[in-house]
């Protein structure tokens, strides 16, 4: 099955930067749609950034748009999150998670996430 592992988290103070990587051992029709999600215990998990590999744009959340970047090395089955300008906002788990299509709304395959702390 489709395994995805997050890296890159650690602590930053503010204003710092990270990089976050999720290798996807698929590179198939299964991984076509690809996110970052991020989680803060008691809060709802939010959508941080999507890149399809087919059309369209990247989709970038408000509270990150101008901060984050999502790319994707597709030699490397790798998606990576550059993080810029940190705030202690930031600070929560961050996952990976795909689908076969960016127009179906569950995703199927999920990381176990990757921990940032910003103070």
């Known amino acids: 099955d489709v395994q995805l592992v997050e890296s890159g988290g650690g602590s930053v103070q503010t204003g710092g930067s990270l990089i976050l990587s999720c290798a996807a051992s698929?590179?198939?029709?299964?991984?076509?749609?690809i996110s970052w999600f991020r989680q803060i215990p008691g809060k709802e998990r939010e959508r941080v950034s999507t890149?399809?590999?087919?059309?369209?744009?990247?989709y970038i959340a408000d509270s990150v748009k101008g901060r984050f970047t999502i790319s994707k090395d597709n030699a490397k089955n790798t998606l990576y999150l550059q993080m810029n300008s940190l705030k202690p906002e930031d600070t929560a788990t961050y996952l990976c998670?795909?689908?076969?299509?960016?127009?179906?709304?569950?995703?199927?395959?999920w990381g176990q996430g990757t921990q940032v702390t910003v103070s």
């Open positions: 998670a795909a689908k076969s299509s960016c127009l179906f709304a569950r995703y199927n395959y």
């Open positions: 890149i399809s590999r087919g059309h369209g744009v990247p």
């Open positions: 698929d590179q198939s029709s299964k991984t076509t749609c």
